[in-house]
């Protein structure tokens, strides 16, 4: 018996290798010393690095333009969209460059270094003398004046190269943690499920700190300290993901075409024989011994590429089946994708209009001290920490003995409910809004920007609560379902694509801003986004974004009835 254990544990198990992985030698690699939770860890540290970094410039981003910088009120919060607009569309183009050509890791560590060249630019850009002061008396105002202008330059090629690093960094991050988990087996496969709602669960870990610490120093303290603190704990992340080299599974790229191509020449093909006969697709199906499924009568014009217009079989002039369902698999999600816009609007208000709401409320919590109004925003990631362990500990065994589904409910589902309770929040905003309007008008203080209007920031909490519990059920859905019906070896680009959501939802509201502000500012009026609070309205622009939601949802509803999921990947 000793010597059947001891030669047990001399000899690998034949079913210990994981299937399309290699260890950092490139070996084949063992269940038993690589991936999993401890795999896992490393990367969600240095992502907990990446947020602390991120929210640390994004958060307080509105104070600092129209501060420092001295912007409108408007300008800046279009400044701000705009930025976050780019930082969420520049990971497609991380995952294009990592999916094709350097892989995730490397991906990573590259766009990591440049994540920490552009924070350390930012800090120095800080130390400068700012736009605001340009205006001084001074001994040499030229000089001051030319100082100032390339300070705004700085600021901003540091805060663009920002957005590029966390492009490349951002999609492979996630992709490359849900990697270590194999849904081949049972227990990984459900650990991978948890996955996503830890990973969330770490990133607002690092995002509450970032808020109470970052913003305090930000506000009360140094500018300079508060962008240079981002970059070392930056620097501290990758140190901790390059220690967790050795324990890491790599995915193989196999010899299969570049799933772009692939993905790419259906659509060419299906086009070139547009004037090919349904009658012709069929007997071509029957051909092959194709079985009639719920996938393939959905977007039928993509059956055209299985044939060729001169009647050629030859490879590369007709498609297969497989490759066919690859493209429908992604054109699928494009309802998803557009509807989640809505979501994805009321989402970038959170970071620009709800802090300049507080800012001008009372933030007194002793005689001597104010929170900045920025902090608020950590109660978001407070909540998202609360609810995440019990949904994944208590709702989700629960909904599974209901269900009999691995994570409780579908993904689609989940996406749903967070669209419901952030067109909620928006309800609660306006109604807020019009309180603290009306308390500005009782005390006398419409043309009182400046003076604090006697209305605790804490009414406020109730809509950065439901924001929160609408991103524990709609973000990590979100995620979860780009990664997981996207084709494997598109996967950072599946979650480029969820995070392209709010790339564009802020661009979207971006422009949303700036056309309500032309239109309602004609004539010398005060417009809603006026830089007086008190006599601007918030309020009017909330409740356009409860009806927006409710729109959004609607569609969302309409598109996930006919969605048809990948196999297996219902969970």
Same mark, same amino acid.
């Given at each position: 018996?000793?010597?059947?254990?001891?030669?047990?544990?001399?000899?690998?198990?034949?079913?210990?290798?994981?299937?399309?992985?290699?260890?950092?030698?490139?070996?084949?690699?063992?269940?038993?010393?690589?991936?999993?939770?401890?795999?896992?860890?490393?990367?969600?540290?240095?992502?907990?690095?990446?947020?602390?970094?991120?929210?640390?410039?994004?958060?307080?981003?509105?104070?600092?333009?129209?501060?420092?910088?001295?912007?409108?009120?408007?300008?800046?919060?279009?400044?701000?969209?705009?930025?976050?607009?780019?930082?969420?569309?520049?990971?497609?183009?991380?995952?294009?460059?990592?999916?094709?050509?350097?892989?995730?890791?490397?991906?990573?560590?590259?766009?990591?270094?440049?994540?920490?060249?552009?924070?350390?630019?930012?800090?120095?850009?800080?130390?400068?003398?700012?736009?605001?002061?340009?205006?001084?008396?001074?001994?040499?105002?030229?000089?001051?004046?030319?100082?100032?202008?390339?300070?705004?330059?700085?600021?901003?090629?540091?805060?663009?190269?920002?957005?590029?690093?966390?492009?490349?960094?951002?999609?492979?991050?996630?992709?490359?943690?849900?990697?270590?988990?194999?849904?081949?087996?049972?227990?990984?496969?459900?650990?991978?499920?948890?996955?996503?709602?830890?990973?969330?669960?770490?990133?607002?870990?690092?995002?509450? /700190? $970032?808020?109470?610490?970052?913003?305090?120093?930000?506000?009360?303290? %140094?500018? *300079?300290? +508060? &962008?240079? =603190? @981002? !970059?070392?704990?930056?620097?501290?992340?990758?140190?901790?993901?390059?220690?967790?080299?050795?324990?890491?599974?790599?995915?193989?790229?196999?010899?299969?075409?570049?799933?772009?191509?692939?993905?790419?020449?259906?659509?060419?093909?299906?086009?070139?024989?547009?004037?090919?006969?349904?009658?012709?697709?069929?007997?071509?199906?029957?051909?092959?011994?194709?079985?009639?499924?719920?996938?393939?009568?959905?977007?039928?014009?993509?059956?055209?590429?299985?044939?060729?217009?001169?009647?050629?079989?030859?490879?590369?002039?007709?498609?297969?089946?497989?490759?066919?369902?690859?493209?429908?698999?992604?054109?699928?999600?494009?309802?998803?994708?557009?509807?989640?816009?809505?979501?994805?609007?009321?989402?970038?208000?959170? /970071? $620009?209009?709800?802090?300049?709401?507080?800012?001008?409320?009372?933030? %007194?919590? *002793?005689? +001597? &001290?104010? =929170? @900045? !109004?920025?902090?608020?925003?950590?109660?978001?990631?407070?909540?998202?920490?609360?609810?995440?362990?019990?949904?994944?500990?208590?709702?989700?065994?629960?909904?599974?003995?209901?269900?009999?589904?691995?994570?409780?409910?579908?993904?689609?589902?989940?996406?749903?409910?967070?669209?419901?309770?952030?067109?909620?929040?928006?309800?609660?905003?306006?109604?807020?809004?019009?309180?603290?309007?009306?308390?500005?008008?009782?005390?006398?203080?419409?043309?009182?920007?400046?003076?604090?209007?006697?209305?605790?920031?804490?009414?406020?909490?109730?809509?950065?609560?439901?924001?929160?519990?609408?991103?524990?059920?709609?973000?990590?859905?979100?995620?979860?379902?780009?990664?997981?019906?996207?084709?494997?070896?598109?996967?950072?680009?599946?979650?480029?694509?969820?995070?392209?959501?709010?790339?564009?939802? %802020?661009?979207?509201?971006? &422009?949303? =801003?700036? !056309?309500?502000?032309?239109?309602?500012?004609?004539?010398?009026?005060?417009?809603?986004?006026?830089?007086?609070?008190?006599?601007?309205?918030?309020?009017?622009?909330?409740?356009?974004?409860?009806?927006?939601?409710?729109?959004?949802?609607?569609?969302?509803?309409?598109?996930?009835?006919?969605?048809?999921?990948?196999?297996?990947?219902?969970?």
């Amino acid at each position: 018996m000793a010597i059947s254990n001891l030669s047990t544990a001399q000899t690998p198990l034949l079913d210990d290798t994981i299937d399309a992985s290699l260890d950092y030698k490139g070996r084949p690699v063992r269940r038993s010393n690589s991936g999993g939770w401890r795999s896992a860890s490393f990367i969600i540290a240095v992502e907990i690095a990446e947020r602390f970094a991120y929210y640390g410039i994004s958060s307080n981003l509105i104070t600092y333009l129209t501060g420092p910088l001295g912007e409108s009120t408007a300008a800046a919060a279009a400044q701000v969209n705009a930025w976050s607009g780019a930082a969420a569309l520049l990971p497609l183009l991380g995952a294009f460059i990592a999916d094709s050509f350097l892989g995730r890791y490397r991906t990573i560590i590259l766009a990591s270094l440049l994540y920490t060249l552009g924070l350390g630019l930012l800090s120095l850009s800080a130390a400068l003398p700012s736009v605001s002061n340009s205006g001084d008396q001074s001994t040499d105002n030229t000089i001051l004046s030319s100082s100032a202008q390339f300070q705004v330059i700085l600021f901003f090629f540091s805060l663009y190269l920002v957005a590029f690093g966390q492009g490349g960094h951002k999609p492979c991050v996630q992709a490359f943690g849900a990697d270590q988990f194999d849904r081949q087996d049972p227990e990984e496969c459900k650990a991978q499920s948890s996955f996503f709602n830890w990973w969330y669960f770490g990133i607002c870990a690092g995002t509450f /700190i $970032t808020l109470w610490i970052l913003t305090y120093i930000q506000d009360n303290l %140094s500018w *300079t300290l +508060g &962008f240079g =603190i @981002p !970059a070392i704990v930056m620097v501290v992340g990758l140190l901790a993901f390059v220690l967790g080299t050795t324990t890491y599974r790599y995915s193989i790229k196999g010899d299969e075409e570049n799933p772009f191509l692939r993905i790419g020449r259906v659509f060419i093909l299906a086009v070139r024989n547009w004037k090919t006969t349904s009658s012709a697709i069929a007997a071509e199906e029957e051909a092959r011994g194709t079985l009639p499924t719920e996938s393939s009568k959905q977007f039928k014009f993509l059956n055209k590429a299985l044939l060729a217009p001169d009647g050629s079989k030859e490879q590369g002039k007709v498609c297969s089946t497989g490759e066919v369902e690859e493209a429908k698999t992604v054109i699928r999600l494009a309802p998803i994708w557009a509807a989640s816009l809505f979501y994805a609007i009321v989402y970038a208000q959170t /970071i $620009t209009f709800f802090t300049k709401q507080g800012a001008t409320m009372d933030r %007194s919590i *002793t005689a +001597g &001290f104010k =929170i @900045p !109004a920025a902090s608020l925003l950590s109660f978001i990631s407070l909540t998202i920490m609360i609810f995440i362990p019990i949904y994944d500990r208590i709702f989700v065994p629960l909904a599974r003995a209901l269900t009999r589904k691995p994570a409780g409910i579908t993904m689609l589902q989940r996406i749903g409910t967070g669209m419901l309770l952030s067109a909620i929040s928006m309800l609660i905003a306006a109604l807020v809004e019009m309180r603290r309007l009306k308390t500005a008008e009782e005390y006398g203080l419409v043309d009182k920007p400046n003076v604090t209007v006697p209305m605790s920031i804490w009414w406020l909490l109730p809509q950065y609560i439901l924001s929160g519990l609408s991103d524990v059920f709609a973000m990590v859905g979100l995620q979860d379902f780009f990664y997981h019906q996207v084709p494997k070896e598109l996967r950072s680009v599946g979650l480029a694509l969820y995070l392209s959501i709010f790339g564009v939802g %802020s661009f979207l509201s971006s &422009f949303l =801003i700036s !056309a309500i502000e032309k239109m309602t500012g004609e004539g010398g009026q005060d417009s809603w986004f006026a830089n007086n609070l008190n006599r601007a309205h918030l309020d009017y622009f909330y409740w356009l974004l409860a009806a927006l939601s409710a729109m959004g949802l609607a569609l969302f509803l309409s598109s996930a009835k006919s969605y048809i999921y990948v196999r297996g990947s219902t969970l």
